[in-house]
């Protein structure tokens, strides 16, 4: 399975923009299809965004379209989630994940990053 690392997390105002980046080990991570999902405290795991292998196709949960862009580079074997116009209901830890196609990454995926905190304030 592939090894996932997140950064990117940190403090920001709300409107300001952030980018995550997750760094994937192993020489098969173009093979994956890779997602983004955030937990707040007190809540549920949530889908946020998610990508196909080839980046062709990319899906987001409504409360993020138009605002969370996520993208992949895989000559560096990297998936990256650009938030903008972050508001105060975007902090949460937030995952990467690893899935074999885009509907399985939704949905169960193998494999998942140790997390990146993203607080907002008003």
């Known amino acids: 399975q592939v090894q996932l690392v997140e950064s990117g997390g940190g403090l920001v105002q709300a409107g300001d923009s952030l980018r995550l980046s997750c760094a994937a080990s192993?020489?098969?991570?173009?093979?994956?299809?890779m997602g983004w999902f955030r937990q707040a405290p007190g809540k549920e795991r949530e889908f946020v965004a998610a990508i196909t292998s080839s980046g062709s196709i990319t899906r987001y949960a409504d409360s993020v379209k138009g605002r969370f862009t996520i993208s992949r580079d895989n000559a560096k074997n990297t998936v990256y989630l650009q938030m903008n116009s972050l508001k105060p209901e975007d902090p949460a830890d937030y995952y990467c994940?690893?899935?074999?196609?885009?509907?399985?990454?939704?949905?169960?995926?193998?494999?998942w990053g140790q997390g990146t905190q993203v607080t907002v304030s008003s």
């Open positions: 994940a690893a899935g074999k196609s885009i509907t399985i990454v939704t949905m169960t995926p193998l494999s």
């Open positions: 192993g020489r098969t991570f173009s093979s994956y299809a």
